[in-house]
């Protein structure tokens, strides 16, 4: 089993910057990609960004609307994956939730939410304007 646990959400003010983790722990493997999603209230839940190991390259993949903002990145030394958020948006505000697939994957073949097998519980973000 993997066990993924959020931290870093908060309140901010538009324009301003957050830092999401997301340590796990349990089973682990080399060969999987890890994602963001976020669930706004009265929406579905949506993808934002994942980082995968395909072989021996990275790559990362994010949804148009964050492109430019938030970035993806891994310290596999601390088995944790962060995601940097600038420039916030009101639009933005969400529960983020982190979640990792058993397999690779690359470009918009990250973006299907079935293929995560792990969630954490989530950390709310909240931009206020």
């Known amino acids: 089993q993997v066990q993924l646990v959020e931290s870093g959400g908060g309140l901010v003010q538009a324009g301003g910057s957050l830092r999401l983790s997301c340590a796990a722990s349990?089973?682990?493997?080399?060969?999987?990609?890890m994602g963001w999603f976020r669930q706004a209230p009265g929406k579905e839940r949506e993808f934002v960004a994942a980082i995968s190991f395909p072989w021996s390259s990275t790559s990362t993949t994010y949804a148009d609307s964050v492109k430019g903002r938030f970035t993806i990145s891994r310290d596999n030394v601390k088995s944790t994956v962060y995601l940097q958020m600038n420039s916030l948006k009101p639009e933005d505000t969400a529960i983020y939730y982190c979640?990792?697939?058993?397999?690779?994957?690359?470009?918009?073949?990250?973006?299907?939410?079935?293929?995560?097998?792990?969630w954490g519980q989530g950390a709310q973000v909240t931009v206020s304007s």
């Open positions: 979640a990792r697939r058993n397999n690779v994957c690359s470009g918009s073949r990250c973006h299907d939410i079935s293929q995560y097998a792990y």
């Open positions: 349990g089973r682990s493997g080399s060969l999987y990609a």
